[in-house]
Every structure is written in structure tokens, then in C-alpha cells.
């Protein structure tokens, strides 16, 4: 069965830290895929990285950052320079390979960042 | 909008009453998915429809819900005889299977109250 840890429950940082969100995975599968989602206070989630799991190369999204480590099944987030609109609470997903498109999402439980002006 | 449509964004029920949710999907986008998000988790997986194959139903937590949809057109979920437990935020997402891309597109979710 698969599992999505997110450890850190709550994060607060003052704004222009950098924050990194924890993610650790469990999956029997040797092809999956790794997401992150944003779901800010309206509520509707936000699309951020899709990544496949023989594509270990970390990746870089302006302020955004992934680390993914296979041989500790991680895959952290880091944001760099944080602002005020980063305040939202971080999902991180799995999806096996099911074949014919299915990738139903396993989500971990979430991690609320606050950046304080 | 070309977004994810849902209906209705709020339902307030009474135990034991049946109620419907309507997911519009972006038009084109063949796979079609339902999760449920309980106040403060993540989602969880209920259903997955594309084109007209049979649905994966094994995330339905009981056999009071169910869901249909016609095609790659709209979906509804249906929850009979509803209980407390099963207040939660109904999310759907669509997607349109390409090579590179499987991106789900989210809607903004029906918050369901049974009381």
C-alpha cells in the first residue's frame, strides 16, 4: 500500500526565510510519480510539480525547489525567499502507474505554512 | 470559466437524507476523479472514471455512495442515506491524458454538512 508523510503539521517563518517542507513516501512500485499541491485559504488546489520516479534530478521553479532522493524515498520542497502569498497549506502526493491514465493521488496530511510579514 | 465546475459549493443535509454533487470537468479533459478532504487531512481517493471503461471504485468507503458519469461529460456523486462522518470537502478533478502530462485540475469542492 502506498503511504505520503508529512510530518511537519504546522511551519512558521518570517517573511524572506527560506522553508523547506518535508515529504517522505512509501510505495512497492518501482514506477510512480511524486506531486505537490498548494491549496491557499480559498480553498481550490493548486498544481506545482509532477515528477517521475526515475527522474532524480533535483528542480528549480523560480523561487521553488524539489529535492528527491530515492534512497531515502523523500521529496522535499523547498521555498526560497518567502512571501506573505506563500501562506497555504502544502500537499504532497502519490500515484502508482496504473496504466490508461489512471493516477489516483495518495496525499499526505498536509503542512500549513505561515509567512509573518 | 474553462475551469472545474461543482455544485452545489455549500450542502447542508440531515442524517439519514440522500444528496447529489455535480462535477463539470474541463471540457476535453477524459479522466475524471472524486476524492473526499475531512477538515484538516489530505484528499482521499473515492472514485476515477475515463471515457467509458469501467470505473475504479475501490477508494468508495461504503456501498451508500456511489457515482456515475456519461461519457467525458458531467459526473455526479451520490451519498444515500448520509451520515455524520460523512462531512467532508468532495473535491473533483479532471484531466486530459497526454504523454507529458497528467496534471489533475481541481475544482473548488462541494463542502458537505450533515447535521
Known amino acids: 500500500a502506498q503511504k505520503v508523510t508529512q510530518a511537519q503539521t504546522e511551519i512558521s517563518v518570517v517573511e524572506k526565510e527560506d522553508v523547506t517542507l518535508d515529504c517522505v513516501y512509501e510505495t512497492r512500485d518501482t514506477t510512480y510519480y511524486l506531486f505537490w499541491y498548494k491549496q491557499p485559504p480559498s480553498g481550490e488546489l493548486v498544481f506545482l510539480i509532477r515528477r517521475n520516479s526515475f527522474d532524480e534530478q533535483n528542480e528549480i521553479s523560480g523561487r521553488y525547489s524539489w529535492n528527491f532522493q530515492k534512497s531515502t524515498s523523500s521529496f522535499n520542497f523547498t521555498i526560497t525567499a518567502s512571501q506573505v502569498v506563500d501562506s497555504a497549506v502544502y500537499f504532497c502526493?502519490?500515484?502508482?502507474?496504473?496504466?490508461?491514465?489512471?493516477?489516483?493521488?495518495?496525499f499526505g496530511t498536509g503542512t500549513r505554512l505561515t509567512i509573518i510579514p | 470559466g474553462a475551469g472545474v465546475s461543482q455544485s452545489p459549493s455549500n450542502k447542508v443535509t440531515e442524517k439519514g437524507k440522500d444528496v447529489e454533487l455535480r462535477c463539470d470537468p474541463i471540457s476535453g479533459h477524459t479522466a475524471l476523479y472524486w476524492y473526499r478532504q475531512r477538515l484538516g487531512q489530505g484528499l482521499e481517493f473515492l472514485i476515477y472514471f475515463q471515457g467509458n471503461s469501467a470505473p475504479d471504485k475501490s477508494g468508495l468507503p461504503s456501498d451508500r455512495f456511489s457515482a456515475e458519469r456519461t461519457g467525458e461529460s458531467v459526473s455526479t456523486l451520490t451519498i444515500q442515506r448520509t451520515q455524520q462522518e460523512d462531512s467532508a470537502v468532495y473535491l473533483c478533478?479532471?484531466?486530459?491524458?497526454?504523454?507529458?502530462?497528467?496534471?489533475?485540475?481541481f475544482g473548488p469542492g462541494t463542502r458537505l454538512t450533515v447535521t
Open positions: 502526493a502519490l500515484s502508482e502507474a496504473r496504466g490508461f491514465g489512471n493516477e489516483k493521488l495518495t
Open positions: 478533478a479532471s484531466s486530459f491524458m497526454a504523454a507529458s502530462s497528467y496534471e489533475q485540475y
